[in-house]
């Protein structure tokens, strides 16, 4: 065995999530000791085996009676910390689970915030479930049925987004692209290639393919690829597939976004030689 | 008549200005530095534009994806895919040295006067004019940067004259030298500002204590992070020193991008050796060979200065092999110039940005202090945290702690801006109140304070008493002065479009709700918001707060909700008299359609 | 007529009657819906203009002028607002037209489409002017409820209403909640 950091067997290594005592080991996420256990944390840009994210802050939990004036405080963060001191909220899928802490997950207020997030994602984007071949299938949409999403609230940001049709067998829709990075990460990690990468900034930030002509067809992308198929939305879809399973009897028609297991856990990892 | 429907491409190269690759190889070859950000620098400022050949030249030059290039030439507000006038105007949109500080908008005048629409670059290529975030001017009155280098205290006599010289082609040499002469503005000086410390005094007495005593020092001293953390810097430097790794960094934060702090502009204007020696102290405690100074972009006129002040060093034997003669003690600082971007203060965004790519704060932990610059053990601090280390190193710690407060030793050098008569700098021990800033400005009716810049804190006159300090008002030290006058829901607006500006986009409270909360505001602003709205934004404003990834999103709601708590009437006063106001302006919407079917009669309206 | 009767408006916007079709595939209930239940201003009816009533179900976003003054008369005589079906909540299937702009749309359709005689843009004062985009319609009106699908099935018809008649906060059990 490899060298584990020497520690107190007193203290036992599990964390607690809404009451619920759970084990984990050390190099765990949250996330990571949540799913293990069959614990649901919503969420979008995480995927088990691809390096954790935390960009979609769906995951957002909180923890009760952290410390916050610690290192760990930035300094805009410390003005507010004394009002906030007895409870933080992080990321579950980027924060290493540590002994004891005691985490709010299936909460109401939780929930309506993750709702609030996910109209962001909607309304930023154009996402016009009746014309996309992924309804049923999209995490996006499963995961708002999850939280009661009913409509996107804020005002549409209808934004003009280029489509990518180049490709012989991939087409690639940004209007519906949440920026969540899997297909960035599968790309890089796991097919061992660089097709995909953000670009720009703030609102305008959208993806790119990294070719000389930024279009997918000059790209390696190949219909095998890992990258091909992780798109949680209908951003990157294979072509002349969509419609063969028919809608009702799509992955989330039958399932629902909160059983654990839906999503593979990628194995095969394989490191970009740029690493 | 036949029109083709537009293309409809957000792809931005879909022209390439008659730029040969030869061009482009030959600025790339003679580019000294292989950083990514100056080579990008370098083409943007002799080719006026990035063209997309030069993106994979670029790419294939430094051996890194087109993409990464791509994304960062997409990234920096200083790079371009098209291209910019040979005269490129930024003027600056913040409150204390925007285009609007002398109640005139000169933005639009400067505009008019040279025939451009700001944002577009003139038909003959002559010249473009845009905006800009802070460009920390702000004791200067209004402020621009006419290819890298700012000229002053604008108001309409000046922009006149420069338009004209503009119209002429007249080359900046050419101009007022004294339009570009940049002065420290020292109104009140204290521990640091005080004498200059003599380059190398702070190194020979660290040598003289050695090392693990210097950095007890620093800790004992009380030094908290000058940059507004105010983290311990003697724990971070001991955290880094611990961090095990085969190098480690020193980095020192010359980001600046806080609207209203000019500070750091000062320090290395005229402390420069302060800081490089703080760097070096920072350097020998932690054991660090290598050591970088981000610079932004705002401030690349001070980069020839700041080079000439290392070459000394290296001369003086205070910098490069065996300094001061001690075998292994080793440091080289490199200076890298940023390109826009707020957000590369925050420290990890900053890392990224100095490993070439887009400036997205990285997940914590891992912090800089074991996993930084090149995944190596890496502190980061603000320019003036180490000025002040250096003086420690030859001061000693209760020297500093003799000053300030409990909590917040050594005294903090303010900027001071706004409406106010003696703007400038102030170095004041930590514990002064904001009403004695006030009087020592000279400041007049005044009716509410921002302290910290737009991610700190409003207040109002019944919190005047409060003290600067980590116990109760911590700043970077950015200190706005707002008169009677000023329009507070102007200025709540001019912050909303900052952050919206400056959000990198990582993160979805912050990318999304930083542009929510600006198009609200500007609804209210526009008098079309109702109570419905406000309540919004407040929900809104709490969400953003909590649940962004980083200090950014974390406190761009502030300056929003300190108005709506604290000066309710401001808010109020605009609101429209009914219950709901649409989102867009419904007759507007018709206007694309009015043009393109010739109508305009009654029914082509909507009120 | 009994005067205890809710009194429900609906309309179509810029929809396809979809929801409204699905709405009547609530079929042999009506009966019983009608027992509650009198309607308005709607298609149904052919009631042209809106009267006070108590429910407006607005299906459709708003692509032009007269969807706007059509809306702006429901929300000003209805107590309780339902915006029905994907386009009113968020613009669907018409507004992917806002992916490009009004001009190309309208060159595309009258100038320079397939089989187009006699290009013209129309500009007949008695057409209703289009909006720059397609928008939802809680940008234009407080919405007070929103019911998705596109359509809605009968059944989340029934329920919504079946909720308001009674008296309760309206819900959807979690099976009829879906966007397509
Ligand atoms: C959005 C944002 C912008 C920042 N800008 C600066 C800056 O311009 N200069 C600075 O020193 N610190 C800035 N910081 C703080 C840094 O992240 C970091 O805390 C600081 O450089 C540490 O140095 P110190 O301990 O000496 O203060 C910023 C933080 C955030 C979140
Ligand atoms: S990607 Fe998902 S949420 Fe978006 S339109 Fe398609 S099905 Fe709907
Ligand atoms: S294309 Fe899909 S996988 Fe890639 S960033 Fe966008 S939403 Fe995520
Ligand atoms: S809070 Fe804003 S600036 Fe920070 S990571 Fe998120 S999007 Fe970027
Ligand atoms: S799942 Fe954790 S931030 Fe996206």
């Known amino acids: ?275 | 008549m036949k029109h083709k429907p537009a293309v409809n491409s957000s792809h931005a190269y879909s022209i390439d200005h008659e730029c040969s690759i030869d061009q482009i190889r030959s600025v790339i070859a003679q580019n000294r530095s292989d950083h990514l950000l100056h080579i990008l620098h370098a083409l943007q400022q002799q080719l006026l534009h990035i063209p997309h050949r030069a993106v994979a030249e670029v790419a294939s030059h430094l051996n890194l994806p087109v993409g990464q290039v791509e994304s960062v030439v997409e990234f920096y507000s200083f790079f371009h895919n098209i291209p910019r006038g040979r005269y490129n105007i930024l003027l600056s949109n913040c409150t204390s040295c925007g285009y609007m500080a002398g109640g005139k908008n000169l933005l639009q005048l400067l505009c008019q006067l040279l025939g451009v629409v700001a944002g577009r670059t003139r038909a003959d290529g002559l010249v473009s004019v845009d905006q800009t975030s802070c460009v920390g001017m702000c004791d200067h009155g209004a402020a621009m940067l006419v290819n890298d280098r700012p000229i002053i205290r604008l108001d309409s006599g000046r922009i006149e004259r420069i338009a004209a010289l503009v119209n002429a082609a007249v080359p900046l040499e050419g101009w007022p030298e004294e339009w570009f002469d940049v002065d420290d503005n020292i109104r009140s000086s204290g521990l640091l500002l005080k004498d200059d410390l003599v380059a190398g005094d702070g190194l020979h007495a660290m040598i003289a204590r050695g090392a693990d005593a210097t950095l007890d020092e620093i800790t004992r001293s009380g030094l908290r992070g000058r940059g507004g953390a105010g983290f311990s810097t003697g724990m971070k430097w001991q955290f880094c020193r611990e961090a095990p790794g085969d190098a480690h960094y020193v980095v020192c934060n010359a980001d600046e991008g806080e609207p209203g702090t000019f500070k750091d502009r000062i320090l290395l204007h005229s402390y420069a050796d302060e800081v490089f020696e703080g760097m070096t102290v920072c350097a020998r405690v932690i054991g660090s060979g290598q050591g970088l100074l981000y610079l932004r972009g705002e401030y690349r006129y001070l980069l020839p200065q700041l080079q000439a002040v290392l070459a000394r060093r290296r001369e003086l034997g205070l910098l490069g092999r065996n300094i001061l003669g001690q075998p292994g003690f080793n440091f080289e600082i490199e200076i890298v110039v940023g390109a826009g971007a707020y957000i590369c203060g925050e420290e990890s965004a900053l890392i990224e940005s100095l490993e070439g790519k887009r400036g997205v704060p990285r997940n914590r932990p891992p912090f800089p202090v074991t996993h930084g610059y090149l995944g190596r053990p890496t502190v980061v601090n603000n320019v003036e945290t180490f000025s002040a280390a250096a003086h420690i190193a030859l001061r000693g710690s209760a020297w500093f702690s003799a000053t300030g407060t409990g909590k917040s030793a050594g005294s903090k050098i303010l900027s001071v801006s706004g409406d106010c008569a003696a703007p400038g700098i102030y170095e004041y021990p930590f514990g002064v109140t904001i009403q004695q800033v006030l009087e020592d400005c000279a400041a007049k009716d005044v009716q509410a304070v921002q302290v910290g810049g737009p991610s700190g804190t409003l207040i109002g006159k019944a919190e005047f008493g409060r003290k600067l300090g980590f116990e109760d008002l911590p700043t970077g030290g950015s200190f706005m002065v707002f008169g009677q006058e000023r329009d507070l829901l102007a200025v709540a607006v001019n912050f909303a479009h900052f952050f919206a500006h400056e959000s990198c986009g990582f993160c979805t409270p912050c990318r999304v709700g930083t542009t929510l909360l600006k198009n609200g505001v500007d609804k209210i602003a526009g008098g079309h918001g109702t109570h419905y709205d406000v309540d919004e934004l407040k929900r809104l404003g709490a969400l953003i707060k909590r649940r962004s990834h980083c200090g950014l999103g974390q406190t761009a709601a502030n300056h929003l909700l300190d108005v709506i708590q604290r000066f309710p009437q401001v808010i109020e006063q605009r609101l429209a008299h009914s219950e709901f106001e649409p989102y867009f302006n419904l007759d507007a919407a018709l206007e694309e359609a009015r043009r393109i079917t010739h109508r305009n009669d009654a029914a082509a309206h909507l009120e | 007529m009994n005067n205890a009767k809710i009194r429900v408006a609906t309309a179509s916007l810029a929809g396809c009657f979809g929801c409204h079709m699905s709405f009547l595939d609530i079929d042999e209930r009506l009966v019983g819906l009608l027992e509650h239940v009198e309607f308005g201003r709607s298609p149904l009816t052919d009631i042209k203009h809106c009267g006070p009533c108590d429910i407006a179900l607005i299906e459709g976003g708003l692509c032009n002028a007269e969807n706007v003054h059509v809306l702006s008369e429901l929300r000003a005589n209805s107590k309780i607002l339902i915006a029905v079906g994907a386009c009113a909540i968020n613009g669907g299937i018409p507004a992917m037209r806002n992916h490009y702009s009004l001009r190309e749309c309208l060159e595309e359709t009258y100038l320079n489409g397939v089989g187009v005689e006699n290009p013209q843009i129309p500009n007949d004062v008695e057409l209703p002017l289009l909006l720059s985009k397609v928008h939802p319609l809680h940008e234009v009106v407080h919405v007070d409820y929103y019911l998705p699908g596109c359509p809605p099935s009968a059944d989340a018809f029934l329920k919504i209403l079946g909720d308001l008649l009674a008296g309760d906060e309206p819900s959807l059990p979690k099976n009829l909640l879906h966007y397509d």
Do not use: W
Request: hydrophobic share 35%; aromatic share 2%.
């Open chain 1, 1 to 275: 065995m490899r060298a584990e950091p020497k520690r107190d067997t007193a203290i036992p290594n599990t964390i607690t999530i809404d009451g619920q005592e759970i084990p984990f080991s050390i190099g765990q996420t949250i996330m990571d000791a949540a799913l293990a256990a069959g614990v649901y944390i919503p969420h979008l840009c995480h995927r088990p085996g691809l390096t954790p994210h935390g960009s979609c802050k769906l995951c957002t939990v909180s923890i009760e009676g952290r410390n916050v004036a610690s290192h760990t405080a930035d300094r805009r963060i410390q003005a507010s910390s004394s009002v906030e001191i007895d409870s933080r909220s992080v990321s579950a899928c980027t924060m290493p689970a540590m002994a004891g802490q005691q985490i709010r997950n299936n909460t109401p207020a939780l929930n309506e915030v993750r709702k609030t997030i996910t109209q962001m994602l909607f309304i930023e984007g154009n996402h016009l479930c009746p014309s996309c071949e992924k309804t049923g299938d999209c995490t996006l949409q499963a995961v708002a049925y999850h939280l009661g999403m009913l409509d996107g609230h804020f005002p549409q940001l209808s934004p003009r987004r280029e489509v990518d049709a180049s490709h012989g067998s991939v087409v690639l829709d940004r209007d519906r692209c949440i920026l969540c990075e899997l297909c960035v990460r599968a790309s890089r990690e796991v097919d061992g290639k660089n097709v995909f990468a953000i670009s720009g900034r703030g609102i305008d930030a959208h993806l790119i393919v990294n070719s000389a002509s930024g279009k997918l067809a000059d790209s390696d992308l190949e219909t095998g690829d890992m990258a091909a198929h992780i798109c949680p939305v209908g951003a990157i879809l294979i072509k002349e597939h969509g419609y063969e399973v028919p809608i009702g009897r799509r992955t989330f028609d039958l399932h629902r976004v909160s059983e654990i297991g839906l999503e593979p856990v990628i194995l095969a990892k394989v490191r970009h030689t740029d690493e």
